[in-house]
């Protein structure tokens, strides 16, 4: 299964619970019977799935680059955490497709585990911390030893204040990975008109100033540092109406469009400049302006 990248109304259809609370339920549960089971990185990487998957309950598609910035580890390993949580049935991936061709990030979907249940002696409070290897008693400490509830309690209380920090960072950046960098936040530098001529193909902000880049590179390769003027962006249009006219025609790949546009830019600046340099022929000074016959519109000053 595919849907297109960003489609709002694709992801609604993905919904796998009904409420948050059902989603702290099924996450409270697996963790209970499985997290022996489970790498530290999967068992954050479940957790930080499980905050962005809140807007539409079940469903995360935060990037796999967001994940691993706020989990402290590497796209790779969060990678493998997705493949181990996916292979116990928790979460599964769905790919997406951008507007402009290619794979984006995958969409993280929390699977529902009915048949997993917490046992009535357990509470929701602690079922996140719980494992299967039992924790050191009473007993276990030596009587020699001081206790340290102050520090244990400090401790806690530290932990608390971080976990709600970082829970407010999670929730920030949910709401800007949701935003798109289209046209409207391309760079004041890049004059409007080009952005009205290329976002029919490129929509992204990014895109958009490569594609400027390239522009003033293409100038620059020909006539040095300059500054490109009216009668100039006539020929970047006309490159730029050629590179679409080409991929219409089926000629070239959609990401071959860019490349495609610099070299036939740079080839038109070229030609620009050589027209500019070309020596104008001198007329003959023995010329026979008075024995020259009327030809193709030359006046004959004989008549």
Same mark, same amino acid.
């Given at each position: 299964?595919?849907?297109?990248?960003?489609?709002?109304?694709?992801?609604k259809?993905?919904?796998?619970?009904?409420?948050?609370?059902?989603?702290?339920?099924?996450?409270?549960?697996?963790?209970?019977?499985?997290?022996?089971?489970?790498?530290?990185?999967?068992?954050?990487?479940?957790?930080? &799935? *499980?905050?962005?998957?809140? $807007?539409?309950?079940?469903?995360?598609?935060?990037?796999?680059? +967001?994940? #691993?910035?706020?989990?402290?580890?590497?796209?790779?390993?969060?990678?493998?955490?997705?493949?181990?949580?996916?292979?116990?049935?928790?979460?599964?991936?769905?790919?997406?497709?951008?507007?402009?061709?290619?794979?984006?990030?995958?969409?993280?979907?929390?699977?529902?585990?009915?048949d997993?249940?917490?046992?009535?002696?357990?509470?929701?409070?602690?079922?996140?911390?719980?494992?299967?290897r039992?924790?050191?008693?009473?007993?276990?400490?030596?009587?020699d030893?001081?206790?340290?509830?102050?520090s244990?309690?400090?401790i806690?209380?530290?932990?608390?204040?971080?976990?709600n920090?970082?829970?407010?960072?999670?929730?920030?950046?949910?709401?800007?990975?949701?935003?798109?960098?289209?046209?409207?936040? &391309? *760079?004041?530098?890049?004059? $409007?008109?080009?952005?009205e001529?290329?976002?029919?193909?490129? +929509?992204? #902000?990014?895109?958009?100033?490569?594609?400027?880049h390239?522009?003033?590179?293409?100038?620059?390769?020909?006539?040095?540092?300059c500054?490109?003027?009216?009668?100039?962006?006539?020929l970047?249009?006309?490159?730029?109406?050629?590179?679409?006219?080409?991929?219409?025609?089926?000629?070239?790949?959609?990401?071959?469009?860019?490349?495609?546009?610099?070299?036939?830019?740079?080839?038109?600046?070229?030609?620009?400049r050589?027209?500019?340099?070309?020596?104008?022929?001198?007329?003959?000074?023995?010329?026979?302006?008075?024995?020259?016959?009327?030809d193709?519109?030359?006046?004959?000053?004989?008549?």
């Amino acid at each position: 299964m595919q849907i297109a990248s960003a489609d709002y109304n694709a992801l609604k259809h993905l919904k796998t619970f009904e409420n948050k609370e059902e989603i702290n339920n099924t996450i409270r549960a697996f963790l209970y019977h499985f997290k022996h089971k489970l790498t530290p990185a999967a068992i954050a990487t479940l957790k930080i &799935v *499980s905050r962005f998957a809140v $807007k539409i309950p079940g469903v995360c598609w935060a990037k796999i680059g +967001t994940i #691993a910035e706020l989990a402290g580890k590497t796209s790779r390993t969060i990678h493998r955490a997705l493949n181990l949580l996916e292979e116990t049935g928790i979460v599964k991936r769905i790919k997406t497709i951008r507007k402009n061709g290619g794979y984006g990030h995958p969409i993280i979907i929390i699977q529902p585990m009915p048949d997993l249940s917490l046992p009535d002696d357990v509470t929701s409070d602690v079922t996140s911390e719980m494992s299967h290897r039992q924790e050191p008693t009473t007993a276990d400490t030596p009587s020699d030893q001081p206790a340290k509830n102050d520090s244990e309690t400090m401790i806690l209380k530290t932990k608390s204040f971080r976990e709600n920090k970082n829970n407010n960072i999670y929730m920030h950046k949910c709401e800007i990975d949701k935003i798109e960098l289209d046209s409207n936040f &391309v *760079s004041k530098e890049v004059p $409007k008109e080009f952005v009205e001529r290329v976002k029919i193909a490129f +929509t992204q #902000a990014i895109d958009i100033e490569r594609l400027w880049h390239s522009t003033k590179v293409a100038f620059k390769k020909v006539w040095g540092p300059c500054r490109i003027d009216e009668e100039s962006m006539e020929l970047v249009f006309e490159a730029w109406r050629k590179a679409v006219k080409k991929y219409k025609q089926r000629k070239i790949e959609f990401n071959k469009i860019p490349g495609y546009y610099y070299g036939t830019l740079h080839g038109m600046v070229y030609d620009q400049r050589m027209s500019i340099y070309k020596k104008p022929q001198l007329p003959d000074l023995f010329y026979d302006f008075i024995g020259e016959e009327d030809d193709g519109g030359c006046y004959s000053w004989a008549e």
